[in-house]
């Protein structure tokens, strides 16, 4: 039920963005609110407790981010407000961020590597699966001291294992079956 009442307020405000031009700044003011809120766990109880007022929500709202964000998501946070549905917010961003992906033709790869990879390394491989996939690539690194070495890329819902640990469980099952 709460996915697919996000998957609409976030239809709603693309759709709107759309139509008012103004898609890209909904959607950096959406990282800066659901940032904040990922960042202060004192921002989050307050505005999602049931028994905080509306009211005294609103002016939270407003005095933190009132000056940082558009009218008008400032306005979408009012009425998630007013309808009691503030807690959905980092799920409406979420699914605000796949619209706006499919609209921009662009996807997103978390590249796990057991290093930081350095910035030529990371350029080529995004330039790599820019090809592969045709579309525009926003490519994360992630370190993980558990990977020996390669590359796992997590595109949306692959995984895709370049990893030397996945390359040798693959040489032991072909040991096995064989």
Do not use: W
């Not at 202060?40 to 005095?63: Q, R, T």
């Not at 000056?67 to 998630?80: A, Q, R, T």
């Amino acid at each position: 039920m709460a996915d697919l009442v996000s998957k609409r307020y976030a239809l709603a405000l693309f759709e709107a963005g759309l139509e008012l031009n103004k898609i890209h700044v909904f959607k950096d003011d959406l990282l800066k609110v659901s940032s904040a809120l990922e960042m202060e766990e004192g921002l989050k109880k307050v505005l999602f407790h049931p028994k905080v007022k509306k009211d005294e929500k609103k002016s939270l709202i407003n005095s933190i981010f009132g000056k940082l964000v558009c009218e008008e998501i400032l306005n979408f946070l009012y009425v998630l407000i007013d309808k009691r549905r503030e807690k959905l917010l980092l799920q409406i961003k979420k699914e605000f961020e796949k619209l706006y992906n499919e609209h921009e033709n662009t996807i997103d790869v978390v590249a796990i590597t057991s290093v930081e990879m350095d910035g030529q390394l990371k350029e080529k491989l995004r330039l790599a699966l820019e090809n592969k996939f045709n579309k525009k690539v926003n490519l994360e690194n992630v370190v993980d001291k558990e990977i020996i070495g390669g590359v796992l890329l997590k595109v949306g819902n692959k995984v895709i294992d370049g990893t030397i640990k996945g390359q040798l469980m693959e040489i032991e099952k072909v040991l096995k079956g064989a």
